[in-house]
């Protein structure tokens, strides 16, 4: 059995999600959609088996009837495969939101309407470019994209302005707005993100600042108000203590002073 590397590995997680029926012989047209779709961040399930394994059927039964979506790439020669064409009865018996991709024209989609009826929804790529068939795509798969992450989240600069400027007027907005590419609008993110972190810790640092100022200035005053205290209720007794005749007589009285007003104080 040959084994084929597929080019994304399929969705496992919880979510909304779109379940991919395809051929192996159109890997070439398909495997290209599935990795644009896959950076487009949808949530793509497929069977990761070949063509030859059964034992996934009960996972393939459970996909399709949960999928969000039920995206078929068709060509004449998946209409003659016994595992697309398993897939696609699945898809009516569970009533799934079936959206067909016609990679070889008018003959594949005559041939589908036959199963599904003429009102099926769906798309031929050989009426459609590119550009087209994504917008398509985005669309019809909305719901089955991964939501993005808020710290990797674009915004449009006018989103970005109302985030940065709350405060301001419409009209005064309108003077920051530049150039609303993808680019500009991740560098202008940044800018705001850094200007908000800087201003932020300008901030801090001035209430830092200040709380350092205001202590040393507490401490200051209290120094200067004990010194005050102390000379005026023993200034006298300082200045005999002191004194070269009365050094050592006068300085027990004094202290006993002294240590009397300081517990009145703090009494």
């Known amino acids: 059995m040959n084994i084929i590397n597929k080019p994304i590995k399929s969705f ?3 979510g909304k999600f779109v379940y991919v029926c395809y051929s192996l012989e159109d890997k070439d047209v398909v495997f290209p959609i599935l990795t644009k779709l896959d ?8 069977d990761e088996c ?11 039964k459970h996909n399709i009837k949960n999928c969000e979506v039920f995206l078929a790439f068709l060509s004449q020669k998946a209409l003659q495969s016994p595992y697309v064409v398993n ?7 569970f009533e799934a939101n079936v959206f067909l991709v016609y990679i070889d024209g008018q003959e594949t989609a005559d041939s589908a309407s036959h199963m599904f009826g003429s009102d099926v929804k769906g798309i031929r790529l050989d009426e459609t470019d590119d550009n087209s068939f994504m917008e398509v795509m985005d669309q019809l798969l909305k719901d089955c994209q991964e939501p ?17 400027y709350p405060d301001q007027e419409n009209s005064n907005k309108e003077t920051f707005v530049n150039n609303t590419d993808q680019d500009n609008e991740k560098i202008q993110k940044a800018a705001a993100s850094a200007t908000k972190a800087s201003t932020i810790a300008k901030r801090q640092k001035r209430q830092k600042n200040g709380r350092s100022f205001v202590n040393a200035v507490l ?13 005026l209720f023993f200034g006298d007794q ?4 002191l004194s070269e005749d009365n050094q050592v007589v006068n300085f027990i009285p004094a202290f006993r002073n002294f240590t009397r007003v300081v517990g009145m104080i703090f009494r």
């Open 238 to 241: 300082i200045n005999e203590m």
């Open 87 to 93: 897939q696609l009865e699945m898809a009516q018996t």
């Open 219 to 231: 401490v200051v005053g209290a120094m200067a108000l004990i010194a005050f205290l102390i000379y």
């Open 12 to 14: 496992k997680g919880d």
């Open 39 to 46: 950076s487009c961040r949808y949530r793509v399930r497929y």
């Open 148 to 164: 993005e992450k808020i710290e990797e989240r674009v915004f449009t600069y006018e989103e970005l302005l109302d985030e940065v």
């Open 50 to 60: 070949n063509q030859e394994e059964v034992k996934v059927d009960a996972l393939r």
